[in-house]
């Protein structure tokens, strides 16, 4: 099994523990930057992303989140996570970790929308994934070497950036796991070409 590590300061921290769980996964909780070491891949959760910056300077995370980037093991955020991976942010000067190769809008889907469930087409990963979005982002712009997995509404809501995997929606509040389940395989290839 591989180890997957959450990032445990803030947001849906154990709904991704028991997505990795229910596919026979171990999942780790972060809570302080040495932890980092031993897990091989990285989900960084929904909630709120500028709440979750404040704790990452807080625990002084950001150098550790950094060089396990550089490391090339797998990341994958979801929501806030996914606006936290991202390298540009829409109406902000500055990232928050900054290795997707991807600029996001925050709070993308409207008032009256704060919170909606879609059935989602993903490339390689499978069709009519149950999408849950709570106020959430979506990319307004990918580099050349992303793959977009899935746009709702001429949206794109989930890519791929080589190690980075992010999603504007909630999968881990479903119990359809085939993306992490994708995310998984993910952190076995880093494992095989690095063994
Ligand atoms: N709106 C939140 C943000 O900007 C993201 C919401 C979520 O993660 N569900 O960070």
Do not use: W
């Not at 997957?4 to 921290?13: D, E, I, M, T």
């Not at 996914?82 to 390298?87: H, N, P, S, T, V």
């Not at 109406?91 to 929308?113: C, E, L, T």
């Not at 009519?128 to 050349?144: K, Q």
């Amino acid at each position: 099994t591989v180890r997957v590590g959450v990032l445990g300061l803030q947001g849906a921290v154990r709904e991704h523990v028991q997505a990795i769980e229910a596919i026979g996964q171990t999942a780790v909780i972060i809570k302080e930057p040495e932890q980092l070491e031993l897990v091989d891949g990285l989900i960084i959760p929904g909630g709120e992303s500028t709440t979750m910056r404040k704790l990452i300077d807080e625990y002084g995370f950001m150098p550790a989140l950094q060089s396990f980037a550089e490391s090339k093991k797998p990341m994958f955020g979801t929501c806030a996570g996914l606006i936290l991976l991202a390298k540009s942010i829409e109406g902000y000067d500055q990232p928050h970790i900054g290795v997707m190769d991807a600029k996001v809008a925050r709070n993308s889907f409207g008032r009256q929308k704060d919170s909606f469930e879609v059935s989602l087409d993903l490339v390689d990963i499978g069709d009519d994934f149950p999408a849950v979005f709570i106020r959430a982002p979506h990319i307004l712009e990918v580099g050349p070497d992303v793959t977009v997995l899935a746009k709702h509404n001429g949206r794109i809501v989930a890519a791929r950036d080589g190690q980075y995997l992010g999603c504007s929606f909630h999968p881990e509040l479903t119990d359809d796991h085939r993306i992490t389940h994708y995310f998984v395989e993910m952190v076995q290839d880093y494992q095989k070409t690095n063994a």
